[in-house]
């Protein structure tokens, strides 16, 4: 995955001609992390996304379905072409973010189409309280030295702290099935527990196998640099599935956090434990207004 994060930039520099038309992925996003295709104006996107508990849970658990889910909700709108405008609301933390993305940029470059875009956005964690409602349901973290990791807010977190973050997306496609993504980012106060905001850059990897025009598998990988709660990077794979207006993905991922500031922060558990793994699913759903 790591010379995808370095051999990707210089694919995409290499050798520009002219525009090009087709979109290199289907969707606007891959797990979580965006894609620089291009929205028309007039066009509402509405998502759902859920995070369910640890495959691990076994049948007994119902393999994670059965419990307490992290949930994601979203909507954005495109008012002119290429702008998308959009809010997203978490229940991990209460995290509300409002973002803007713009895309449309599309050369042919020497190995196939290319296509850059920028996204920016700021939440807030509007959770006062610590949220216990999670443990018991296959949200708390896998143990490590028999502490949970990551299970609370911690005195420090002010209400209503406040992350933001900018990133450049790259996508390009090296086959005439086969896209792949890089989205470095830079983050701010990536964890809202320290006392000290600082600045952190997150390098997002992604990439899709259309299988056919319904059919896809699709991965993504974010390095992020190792801090408390955080130390491992966020991993995510999955099956997607296409229809007229929808994109429904079923993940399996590491990362139990789906907005933004949480997931490009890092993650509590590593992705090579396979007791970290969980399922989940996003469904967008794309109208003109």
Known sequence: MRWLVLGLPAVCLGSPRAAAAQ????STQSATLPTATPSRAGNLHIEISHRFGHLSGGASDLWGLDGFVLNRLGLAVTPQDNLTIGVLR????????????????????ATGPIALAAQTGVAWNLQVEPDESHA?????????????????RDDTA???ERQAYFQVIANTRVADRVALGVVPT????????????????SVGATGQIYLSRMWSLFGEWIFSGPREDQEYDSVSF???????????????????????????AGAAEDFFDTNSWRLGFNIQRRLRL
């Open 23 to 26: 979109n290199v992925f289907a």
């Open 90 to 109: 978490s229940n991990r933390f209460d995290n509300l973010e409002f973002n803007a993305r713009f895309a449309g940029l599309a050369l042919d470059g």
């Open 238 to 264: 999955g099956v997607e599935i296409r229809t007229p207006g929808h994109f429904f993905k079923i993940v399996v991922t590491n990362q139990h956090q789906m907005n933004p500031t949480h997931t490009l």
């Open 136 to 152: 018991g349901h296959g949200h708390a973290l896998v143990p490590r030295g028999g502490a949970h990791a990551g299970g609370r």
């Open 186 to 201: 830079l983050l701010w106060n990536p964890r809202i527990e320290d006392r000290d905001r600082e600045t952190t850059l």
């Open 158 to 160: 002010d209400e209503n």
